[in-house]
């Protein structure tokens, strides 16, 4: 299943909004997929990352 996950995470005091799809089994796996893709690509701590909505994607 996809999943659409829209949110934002702070570094260097901005605001940095986004929009990302992920493949997962559950909206679970897809919350924990984007915060490690998020943390990584971006070098952000799960901390700082807020997740505002989740959407299943057909």
């Known amino acids: 299943m996809m999943f659409r996950i829209k949110g934002y995470f702070?570094?260097?005091g901005k605001?940095?909004?986004?929009?990302k799809t992920v493949e997962a089994d559950s909206e679970k796996l897809?919350?924990?997929?984007l915060l490690s893709l998020i943390g990584s690509n971006h070098k952000v701590k799960r901390a700082s990352?807020?997740?505002?909505?989740?959407e299943k994607v057909e």
Do not use: H, L, M, S
């Not at 605001?15 to 929009?19: A, I, W």
């Open 10 to 12: 702070r570094k260097g």
């Open 15 to 19: 605001v940095v909004r986004f929009t």
């Open 30 to 33: 897809a919350r924990e997929k």
């Open 49 to 54: 990352i807020y997740i505002e909505g989740v």
